[in-house]
Every structure is written in structure tokens, then in C-alpha cells.
């Protein structure tokens, strides 16, 4: 279920850290924001120091750590792409050269008349259907009649349940602890100058540091 992959980073994200910045009359925001540029900044430190850094319960390993680990990324095609997050179902084409899926019915070649496909789809769009005979691509269902447009174990949309109310501005605290950090970077830094031993270190360099940016 493709879908769930995707929308499981937004969950986290709303429950983690957009909980943080919104609110209302009665339960107003624990960290208020000012603007979008804040807004942003706080998302920056929280993906560094928080979802980057925290061991992923499968990989066991941090997505800082396995994003490094794994090399430059290489970008799929959107057509592979698109076919990764599909679901497929087998069906047996009937006599008539024709297959039903979830109510609604498709022509499709008929040399298929009597052999089991696999019909891929996407399960937010019924009205296209591919068809694989023996792992091999064969055509496209053609829809014939379209009563259900969506599979009706598509997960809906729906916004997750609210996180309990602590009182503690998280987000404050991530803040430190991310400056802290990047502090310590720095200082590491300037220890390292390649300098000689009785050399000054804490001269200024004149070149000002940049934050780098987090990855979404």
C-alpha cells in the first residue's frame, strides 16, 4: 500500500511538530509563529535534530545515517515510479473477453479470454487498468462500466487524532538543542585549522557559516 508509505511522514509531522505551532482560542499554540520564515527555520532544526537523528524501529539505523550510507540518490522514472505504489488484483477473463474489478466491468484483448491476468491499478483511479499476462505487459483494460472510481480499501483521508496537550513548548527545546549542536560543530572546526601547535586559533577567518539545509 503505497500510499501509507507517503502519507506516514505527514503523520509524524502533524503529530509531532505541527501540534506544536497550532492551536486555537481554547488551546492556543505552545510556540507561537511569527511568520513563514520562522515557520520554517523550526521545521529545519526538528528534521536535523529530531527525525534525522531518531533510530528507525525497522532499519535500525537513523535516516541521517542510512540517507549517508547509501550514496548519491538516484532518481526513478515516474512511470516506474507510479507502478511501484499501484495495487493489483488476479482476475480470469471471461468468455465475453471481459474482467470485473470492485463492481465495474473492462474489456480487454480477447486472445486473454479464459487466462488469469494480473489487472495493476491505482487504487484512487479505477478507470485505468493495466493488464500483465505470464509477467508480461498486454494492454490496457478498457473501462466498459464505471460504478466505483476508488477501491474501497483505499485508505480515506482523514486527519489523525489529535496528540495530548503537555504544556511543554517542544519545539523550544529542540531550538537548543539544535544550536547547541551546530555550536559544538563549529568549535570543532576551528580546532581543526591545520595550523601549528602555538598558533592562535581564535582569530577570525572572515568567512561567515550557513546553515545548511535539512532534508525533506
Request: aromatic share 6%; charged share 25%.
Amino acid at each position: 500500500m503505497g500510499r501509507g508509505k507517503i502519507e506516514r511522514v505527514f503523520e509524524t509531522i502533524q503529530q509531532q511538530f505541527l501540534v506544536e505551532v497550532t492551536g486555537d482560542e481554547q488551546h492556543p499554540a505552545r510556540h507561537p509563529v511569527a511568520g513563514l520564515e520562522e515557520l520554517n527555520d523550526l521545521l529545519g532544526r526538528w528534521v536535523r535534530t529530531i527525525y534525522h537523528s531518531r533510530v528507525h524501529s525497522e532499519t535500525g539505523e537513523t535516516p541521517q545515517a542510512r540517507y549517508e550510507a547509501a550514496g548519491p540518490p538516484a532518481r526513478p522514472e515516474p512511470a516506474l515510479l507510479k507502478e511501484a505504489f499501484s495495487w493489483s488484483v488476479i482476475r480470469l477473463v471471461r468468455k465475453t473477453a471481459t474482467i470485473s474489478i470492485e463492481g465495474n466491468t473492462y474489456s480487454v484483448d480477447p486472445f486473454l479470454a479464459g487466462r488469469k491476468v494480473e489487472c495493476v491499478f491505482d487504487p484512487f483511479n479505477l478507470a485505468e487498468v493495466t493488464v500483465y499476462w505470464g509477467g508480461r505487459k498486454v494492454g490496457r483494460a478498457v473501462p466498459q462500466v464505471i460504478g466505483r472510481h476508488a477501491h474501497p480499501k483505499a485508505p480515506p483521508d482523514e486527519d489523525p487524532a489529535p496528540a495530548a496537550l503537555t504544556g511543554i513548548d517542544y519545539l523550544q527545546l529542540i531550538t537548543g538543542a539544535d544550536a547547541a549542536a551546530r555550536g559544538d560543530m563549529l568549535n570543532l572546526a576551528a580546532l581543526d585549522g591545520g595550523g601549528d601547535p602555538g598558533q592562535d586559533t581564535g582569530q577570525d577567518t572572515g568567512q561567515d557559516d550557513e546553515d545548511g539545509e535539512g532534508r525533506r
